[in-house]
């Protein structure tokens, strides 16, 4: 069992930045990769990012390619997404999951934290 919470999330203008943190509770963090996903209204969730295991390799959605970074720190049980030059269509509950392997597929997930509102303004 893993249980996550995200933090980080709020309202911030149109070319800044965020950093969502996304802290897990049980001693097999490391034997999961991680994921960011998010679910913007009246849309279904999509893949951000994810991370594997040991931190080492990353993928990311084209949408944010170049402008987000997905890390982890083992050692602390977190994962971040690191989120500049931010548009009004990031606006989307951020979500962060655990998974055996870094799909890009959410049904390929197998636990999940509550999501963390992330609002951008014009």
């Known amino acids: 069992q893993v249980q996550l919470v995200e933090s980080g999330g709020g309202l911030v203008q149109a070319g800044g930045s965020l950093r969502l943190s996304c802290a897990a509770s049980g001693r097999t963090f490391s034997t999961y990769a991680m994921g960011w996903f998010r679910q913007a209204p009246g849309k279904e969730r999509e893949f951000v990012a994810a991370?594997?295991?040991?931190?080492?390799?990353?993928t990311y959605a084209d949408s944010v390619k170049g402008r987000f970074a997905i890390s982890r720190d083992n050692a602390k049980n977190t994962v971040y997404l690191q989120m500049n030059s931010l548009k009004p269509e990031d606006t989307a509950v951020y979500y962060c999951a655990a998974a055996p392997l870094p799909y890009t597929e959410a049904r390929t997930y197998d636990y999940w934290g509550q999501g963390t509102q992330v609002t951008v303004s014009s």
């Open positions: 991370v594997t295991r040991a931190g080492v390799g990353t």
